[in-house]
T-cell receptor, first 111, second 116 residues
C-alpha cells in the first residue's frame, strides 16, 4: 500500500474556477502535513502547511481529517499561474525525518 | 523562507565517472539534511538522511557505497554518485529543515544528472 496517495490528474480547469484535490496517507502516526508545489523540472516549493483546524492562505485552503487520514487543498479563483503539480507531503516523525511525498496532482488552468 | 543552494544544476557525464553534488544552507545551520531522487513522472523518494559529524542514514534499497554522503559542517552536505551508470540518471534534490517537530523543509534547486 502506498504511503501517500493522490489522484495524478491532470485536472483541466478554466481560469477563475474553484478546484479541490485530496490526498490520503497510510501512516496513522504521521505528525506533519504539507502541500508543496512543483513546476516542471524544478524543485518543490512549500505552498502551505496543513493544520488540524484547517487553514487558509489567500485563495488556498487546506484541511486535515486525521480520523479518515486525508488532506485536502482547495484553490479558489484559479489563475493561469496556478498550473503546476501539487504534492501532498507527510512527515511521519520528528524534525529529523525525511518527508514522504505523494506522486502529485497535475493541474492545468486553461484561459 | 530559508535558502538552500545546490550545485551543479545540471551534469552530463560518461558512464563510470563520479559526480559530486553540493548542498548548502545559506542563512541557517542544518544538523540534518536530506537527499531525494525523482525519476520522470514519479514522486520524490528519500535516499538518505545526512547527519552533521556522523554517518548518513540510508533508506532501504539505496547503496551507501554508491551514493557517498559527507556532512562535514553545519552548512554543507555533499552527495557523490560513484561510478555512475545510465540508470543513475535522475533529478537529485537536497533539503534542509528549519526548526524541530513539524519543521518545514526547504529544497535546493536540484541537480539533473544524465549519464551517457
Amino acid at each position: 500500500r502506498k504511503e501517500v496517495e493522490q489522484d495524478p490528474g491532470p485536472f483541466n480547469v478554466p481560469e477563475g474556477a474553484t478546484v479541490a484535490f485530496n490526498c490520503t496517507y497510510s501512516n496513522s502516526a504521521s505528525q506533519s502535513f504539507f502541500w508543496y508545489r512543483q513546476d516542471c523540472r524544478k524543485e518543490p516549493k512549500l505552498l502551505m502547511s496543513v493544520y488540524s483546524s484547517g487553514n487558509e492562505d489567500g485563495r488556498f485552503t487546506a484541511q486535515l481529517n486525521r480520523a479518515s487520514q486525508y488532506i485536502s487543498l482547495l484553490i479558489r479563483d484559479s489563475k493561469l499561474s496556478d498550473s503546476a503539480t501539487y504534492l501532498c507531503v507527510v512527515n511521519s516523525g520528528g524534525g529529523a525525518d525525511g518527508l514522504t511525498f505523494g506522486k502529485g496532482t497535475h493541474l492545468i488552468i486553461q484561459p | 523562507g530559508a535558502v538552500v543552494s545546490q550545485h551543479p544544476s545540471w551534469v552530463i557525464c560518461k558512464s563510470g565517472t563520479s559526480v559530486k553534488i553540493e548542498c548548502r544552507s545559506l542563512d541557517f545551520q542544518a544538523t540534518t539534511m536530506f537527499w531525494y531522487r525523482q525519476f520522470p513522472k514519479q514522486s520524490l523518494m528519500l535516499m538518505a538522511t545526512s547527519n552533521e559529524g556522523s554517518k548518513a542514514t540510508y533508506e532501504q534499497g539505496v547503496e551507501k557505497d554508491k551514493f557517498l554522503i559527507n556532512h562535514a559542517s553545519l552548512t554543507l552536505s555533499t552527495l557523490t554518485v560513484t561510478s555512475a551508470h545510465p540508470e543513475d540518471s535522475s533529478f537529485y534534490i537536497c533539503s534542509a529543515g528549519v526548526g524541530g517537530l513539524g519543521n518545514i523543509q526547504y529544497f535546493g534547486a536540484g541537480t539533473r544528472l544524465s549519464v551517457l
